[in-house]
């Protein structure tokens, strides 16, 4: 199998179930900025961190493939197809144990700081406002995701702020309050 079709050259790609859409539809739009927060995630990685964080970002990766499949497919069939396609609410209970769980490690927060820290700590925070605004175009779809996914979207960025202080607080960087 070549890695190229062609099948894009006019500006078209297509979507599960074969309809094709403008390149700068807001559906690929949306999956296009969970990729970028995968991908960012993907360099975090690069860093180094303490394999509980490793892990949770890998299978944070795999569950963000899972979300970018089912924003490729309009008619809901692929979650029904493709197990690891699925997300459920035990995927943001499971977002929702280990930010309380990393919480526990950091002093109590009592000031808005600013992203910096360490470079994975400063990346992590990247990838919080990616996350963020990946989380905006998923939210202006029409036909509106599954409900589900929204709630992903929502606890992972906030388990990125999260995963951002315990990365800075481990490796000894000092939080910036505003």
């Keep these: 199998m070549k890695i190229y079709t062609r099948g894009g050259d006019t500006g078209k790609t297509s979507l599960f179930g074969g309809t094709r859409v403008s390149k700068a539809d807001a559906r690929v739009e949306a999956y296009g900025e969970v990729d970028e927060l995968n991908a960012w995630l993907g360099s ?16 944070i990766q795999r569950d963000l493939f899972a979300l970018g499949s089912q924003l490729a497919d309009p008619t809901g069939q692929v979650a029904q197809r493709l197990a690891k396609a699925a997300l459920g609410d035990v995927d943001v209970t499971r977002l929702e144990e280990l930010i309380d ?23 992590l925070h990247v990838a919080r406002t990616i996350c963020r605004r990946a989380e905006r175009h998923v939210v202006a779809l029409r036909p509106a995701p599954a409900p589900v996914l929204l709630r992903y979207m929502n606890r992972l960025s906030d ?13 000894g960087a000092s939080e910036t309050e505003w």
């Design 44 to 59: 975090v990685r690069a860093h180094g961190l303490d394999p509980d964080i490793g892990d949770s970002l890998v299978r």
């Design 101 to 123: 769980r990393l919480d526990a490690e950091l002093p109590r927060l009592t000031h808005f700081i600013l992203a910096g820290g360490s470079p994975p700590g400063a990346a």
């Design 159 to 171: 388990l990125l702020f999260v995963l951002a202080r315990v990365v800075n607080h481990r490796a």
